[in-house]
């Protein structure tokens, strides 16, 4: 596979080989002298470092960590150094009980686990993870390339190491809360990963709900050679007007399977479909559909 290729659906991209560069455009802050190393990578010779004591990185928050009820995939490429140590790879936190947490070293289970919840606000008796919590992402693999991937498609959660799936959840209609803190790579609350992370990506989109290989499988799923990906347009006819899409089949799958919940009164009022640009100011935008404005849709050839 190599490296990832940058795509419309990509809202974080980190090589670690041109040092914290995000292809997103994105601006991570080294924490604690936190770098990229030649020590260790699994593609391009070099991958970030964290020392598993006071080194992460930090980005100003943004709304396309706000998953919200829609689909997404977090996946990257890690070097774990200890068991012991209870780093994880991704939150969003500071200033707040963080909205989702994943790639957690949970060393009372003895995995490596997800968090995501509704609500950020301490209710004062617990955290109250109540969308994932100890979603088991894989046994902790030390001093190995190891690839880990967790995916929302359509209301169900799946996690992968290295391209097996682990576990399917059942269908979960709770939306992930927004998030207002600082998103992270390599701590939470204090917690430091310790190891080495590459190929760290974030993608607004389910890439993956089967067994795949994370060494052959097409990275993006605009690949052309991928039949599954060909782009048809979505027609939505709603109140006010006219709205058109150019969709992979995985996208308007995702979109058919929301309305027909929607429609069973299952889910969320609206749908988040994601657009991006190559120029100008607004460079990518989230249009928000109302089930209750949608007179109806129609999906027609490219």
């Not at 770098?35 to 070099?46: A, E, L, P, R």
């Not at 979109?255 to 100008?280: C, Q």
Request: hydrophobic share 35%.
């Amino acid at each position: 596979m190599g490296e990832y290729l940058m795509d419309e659906h990509t809202v974080a991209l980190l090589h670690f080989n041109d040092g914290l560069k995000d292809e997103s455009g994105k601006v991570w802050t080294a924490v604690g002298g936190a770098s990229t190393s030649t020590v260790q990578s699994k593609f391009g010779g070099s991958s970030l470092s964290l020392d598993g004591k006071t080194q992460y990185l930090s980005t100003p928050n943004s709304t396309d960590f706000d998953f919200g009820s829609g689909d997404f995939t977090i996946d990257w490429w890690e070097y774990r150094k200890s068991a012991d140590v209870q780093g994880l790879v991704f939150s969003r936190q500071p200033g707040t009980y963080a909205p989702i947490a994943v790639g957690a070293n949970n060393i009372y289970n003895g995995r490596i686990d997800a968090y995501a919840r509704t609500d950020t606000i301490y209710n004062g008796s617990s955290y109250d993870w109540d969308i994932l919590n100890n979603f088991h992402m894989g046994l902790p693999i030390i001093n190995e390339w190891t690839h880990y991937a967790l995916v929302r498609a359509s209301g169900y959660f799946y996690s992968f190491q290295n391209g097996k799936l682990i576990l399917k959840s059942d269908l979960i209609t709770k939306e992930v809360a927004e998030g207002t803190g600082t998103p992270l790579i390599g701590c939470y609350g204090g917690i430091i990963y310790s190891g080495y992370i590459d190929e760290f990506r974030i993608s607004n989109i389910a890439r993956w709900t089967d067994d795949f290989d994370p060494g052959e499988v097409p990275d993006t799923p605009t690949d052309p050679t991928d039949p599954t990906n060909e782009k048809s347009i979505l027609v939505v006819n709603m109140d006010d007007g006219r709205h058109e899409y150019a969709m992979s089949k995985v996208e308007i799958d995702a979109f058919i399977s929301w309305y027909n919940a929607k429609a069973g009164g299952i889910g969320s009022n609206y749908y988040i479909i994601s657009k991006s640009f190559n120029l100008g100011p607004f460079a990518s935008r989230k249009d928000y559909l109302v089930f209750d404005q949608i007179i109806n849709f129609e999906v027609m050839a490219y």
